[in-house]
């Protein structure tokens, strides 16, 4: 069987990390060509402040050095620069003459340093920092001058400051804003950062535009609009990027500041993807890592002709250490009708809290100092969360440890070296490791730009609290560990559950809660508001039957269809289902809430595969999917079966949600307890007819 031939202009961290994506999918799909314009295999290019600042080699930011081309069959064309694609004859050529042929291109151009109309910018000694070149360039610069200015105040300008004074030159940022970084931090975080790295050495000019650089050839200082001078005898411009557009857009590909592509990462032009800095979706190009790699997953599953969700886009965040001070940023920090939730000031610690709030929901937080919470927050402010549910409940465990409890086991911790949360805890228990550098030590997790370091420090305290009370015992990749329900009690989910499973309490109804804590050792003789909805919920699937319905708890189930296609057959099969599903559903209490979707058809504007419950009409009949979710983290639900009518696609649906719900750990999202459980384990759990029966029966009883 042939295979078609995938070519990628661009080696950078967005087009290889599709490339991997592609090769854990299909590995022997393609035969993959890269041309890449610089003379090394990938890298990471987050990580050059680190080399510039004496931390890392080149060779520690290597991603995939040359073995793992040559491993995976990819050829590697370095040193080329593609000037020209021809559409419609489906290759490319390089400026120095070399043709190839593709059958599928994915552009992962990146960008450039943005150079601003300042006259000077020509002379000698004024740079940009961008690639390992400059890095050495900047090095040799530092044994001849002392001198440097650096113009941007944003994160790379500070990185490139720090290395800088790394070098023993004399480092003076220049800023256009009031305060620096002030894409991510407000004024008052950005001041707590400022007064760090003025202890560090570097010295900063705010609210300066620069008129032009001054010195003949050669630069010898700026000149600003105010009249004031600065010397300076090499000068650093790091004020932004700009999309590596120009191949594009000569080639006939729709551009605007950047290459315009769909939610699957399509370009204007047949079999032409784009994806990385150089792409442009939904009006928005980003230069953040995380966004990238969501798009080349599902650019890769797009390829290798496997069902996706699509790209909808990201809320940008930034989670990092900047010359040893960790930094957490997400969402919008200012704005119209924005408003503060949460401020905390600890200067003793040296820490500062922030969240901002837009009509009653987060949109926004910042942290200084201390990030542990920076993922919990995050959650928060990208699905949108009600500002109720920032304030911390009585007994709730630290916030910052729920999160890394809830974060599922493969879910990757450290993206710069790819490790995951089970990896880390798996070392943690394995190796007794102590400290955060042990682990860093053993599984690279925080080795290269910092930035997931607090995650894995609260994951090292975590894995020791479960630990210490027994919880951990036996945890591997695939059985995740679970922590305390909560302040009063050394149980865990499962242990409470098996535990109210052997106490008797249906003689009455409602139980006597107190009694029912007595005999459960719990700390607190009424319990707390974490522990007492969660015993309630336990309490109604006591032995595997529910038993009420009137309970504390969640009770939200939506069920959604697609309205806004003509009413066709299908159309009004998917109308009936969808009201069938909501009345027989409406008001039962959950684990957690639930979204179903019915969708008449493959183009609905309802998608099935991101849904709790999806249930898509093909001409088969109704595929029933489970598992998806369309927030942070994506997930794709996987295929329960195929049936013929409405009548067992319902009786499916609904078997699947009462397994879930006297199988759940409360609180615990369906696509999480699909991971938890083994999608695998639930569907032939549920395609055993007499069972599933039996289960979509128990919700007659139950509602």
């Not at 922030?354 to 990208?382: H, N, P, S, Y």
Request: aromatic share 6%.
């Amino acid at each position: 069987m042939s295979r078609g031939k995938l070519l990628i202009i661009g080696n950078g961290m967005a087009g290889v990390k599709c490339v991997e994506e592609i090769i854990a999918l299909e590995p022997n799909m393609y035969e993959i060509v890269i041309y890449g314009n610089e003379p090394r295999p990938n890298y990471n290019r987050i990580m050059l402040s680190k080399v510039l600042q004496g931390e890392h080699s080149l060779q520690d930011i290597i991603i995939n050095d040359w073995t793992w081309y040559a491993e995976h069959h990819i050829r590697l064309c370095t040193g080329e620069t593609v000037h020209r694609i021809d559409t419609r004859g489906k290759y490319i050529e390089t400026e120095s003459g070399l043709k190839e042929t593709y059958d599928i291109l994915i552009l992962a151009t990146g960008s450039s340093p943005f150079i601003p109309p300042i006259p000077g910018m020509d002379k000698e000694r004024v740079m940009s920092f961008r690639t390992i070149d400059d890095c050495t360039r900047m090095s040799d610069y530092s044994k001849t001058y002392r001198k440097a200015a650096v113009i941007g105040g944003g994160l790379l300008g500070l990185e490139a400051a720090r290395g800088l004074l790394h070098l023993g030159m004399e480092a003076v940022v220049v800023h256009n804003a009031h305060h620096i970084m002030n894409r991510q931090l407000d004024q008052k975080a950005a001041a707590m950062l400022q007064q760090v790295l003025e202890g560090q050495g570097m010295s900063f000019l705010l609210a300066k535009n620069t008129q032009k650089i001054t010195g003949r050839s050669q630069a010898q200082g700026l000149l600003f609009t105010d009249g004031s001078k600065l010397e300076a005898q090499v000068v650093i411009v790091a004020v932004g990027i700009r999309p590596n557009v120009d191949l594009a857009r000569r080639s006939g590909i729709a551009t605007n500041r950047a290459i315009i592509v769909d939610d699957y990462m399509r370009t204007s032009v047949p079999d032409i993807y784009a994806v990385g800095e150089c792409a442009e979706h939904r009006g928005i190009s980003y230069g953040l890592v995380a966004p990238l790699y969501e798009q080349g997953k599902v650019l890769a599953r797009t390829l290798c002709g496997q069902e996706t969700p699509e790209y909808k886009g990201s809320i940008p965040y930034s989670q990092l250490k900047v010359s040893g001070v960790d930094v957490f940023s997400a969402g919008e920090i200012s704005g119209e009708d924005m408003q503060t939730a949460i401020q905390h000031l600890d200067r003793i610690r040296g820490t500062y809290k922030k969240v901002l709030m837009q009509a009653g929901k987060v949109r926004g937080a910042i942290l200084f100092g201390d990030t542990a919470e920076g993922t919990a927050l995050l959650g928060l402010v990208q699905r949108g969360a009600d500002v109720a549910e920032l304030a911390p409940r009585e007994g709730a465990p630290d916030p910052a440890e729920m999160a890394a409890a809830a974060l599922p086991a493969q879910e990757t911790v450290c993206a710069c070296n790819n490790v995951t949360k089970a990896v880390i805890m798996k070392a943690i228990q394995e190796q007794g490791l102590e400290t955060a550098d042990q682990v860093k030590e053993q599984t690279k997790a925080s080795g290269s730009c910092g930035g997931c370091r607090p995650m894995v420090a609260v994951l090292l305290k975590h894995t020791h609290n479960l630990e210490k009370s027994g919880g951990g015992a036996g945890a591997t990749p695939d059985k995740p560990v679970s922590m305390p329900v909560c302040s009063c009690t050394e149980l865990g989910h499962a242990e409470l559950k098996e535990m109210l499973d052997d106490i008797d309490v249906l003689e009455t109804w409602p139980p006597d809660i107190s009694l029912i804590l007595q005999k459960l050792g719990w700390g607190s003789e009424h319990g707390c508001t974490v522990c007492r909805p969660v015993i309630h919920y336990y309490l109604q699937v006591s032995g595997g039957t529910m038993v009420v319905r009137e309970i504390e708890g969640h009770s939200e189930v939506q069920v959604r269809w697609d309205d806004q296609i003509p009413l066709s057959s299908y159309a009004r099969d998917a109308r009936g289902l969808a009201t069938q599903l909501r009345t027989s559903w409406i008001g039962a209490a959950m684990p957690s809430p639930v979204n179903i979707g019915v969708a008449p058809g493959p183009g609905s504007l309802v998608s099935a595969l991101v849904q709790d419950i999806g249930l898509l009409a093909s001409p088969a009949g109704w595929e029933i999917y489970a598992g998806g979710h369309a927030e942070h983290p994506v997930k794709q639900g996987g295929l329960l079966g195929v049936v013929e009518t409405e009548v067992q696609a319902a009786t499916l649906a609904s078997a699947c949600l009462q397994w879930y719900r006297q199988t759940a750990w409360y609180d615990e999202p369906l696509w999480a307890w699909t991971e938890r459980l083994g999608f695998m384990s639930i569907r032939e759990t549920l395609l055993d007819d007499q069972l599933q029966k039996e289960l979509a029966a128990t919700l007659q009883v139950d509602i």
